[in-house]
């Protein structure tokens, strides 16, 4: 099984950057659909952005035009970069493989003043 392991997580004030990765084990790794999630306390997960082995991509509509996804084949890496965070953005932030089943432990982002 691919093991995932997030980067990245921190504290930064609202309007922010931030820049996630997501370190992937074994191989195969282009040929994976992977995605970002996040969980806020006391709600459900959610998708945040979504990409393909092709490389297109797909975001929620909450950071749409915030929210880059991208990965390096090369590297085995995937990445997230979060420009103009929002209190709201705050949640842990998870990698995964979904249709695999594999997830990473996940990474905290807050985002507060």
């Known amino acids: 099984q691919v093991q995932l392991v997030e980067s990245g997580g921190d504290l930064v004030q609202p309007g922010g950057s931030l820049s996630l990765s997501c370190a992937a084990s074994?191989?195969?790794?282009?040929?994976?659909?992977m995605g970002w999630y996040r969980q806020a306390p006391g709600k459900q997960r959610e998708l945040v952005a979504y990409?393909?082995?092709?490389?297109?991509?797909n975001y929620a509509d909450s950071v749409k035009g915030r929210f880059t996804i991208s990965r390096d084949n090369a590297k085995n890496t995937m990445y997230l970069q979060m420009n103009s965070l929002k209190p709201e953005d705050t949640a842990v932030y998870s990698c995964?493989?979904?249709?695999?089943?594999?997830w990473g432990q996940g990474t905290q982002v807050t985002v507060s003043s």
């Open positions: 995964a493989l979904p249709l695999e089943g594999s």
């Open positions: 990409i393909s082995s092709s490389g297109s991509t």
């Open positions: 074994g191989s195969h790794f282009s040929t994976y659909v």
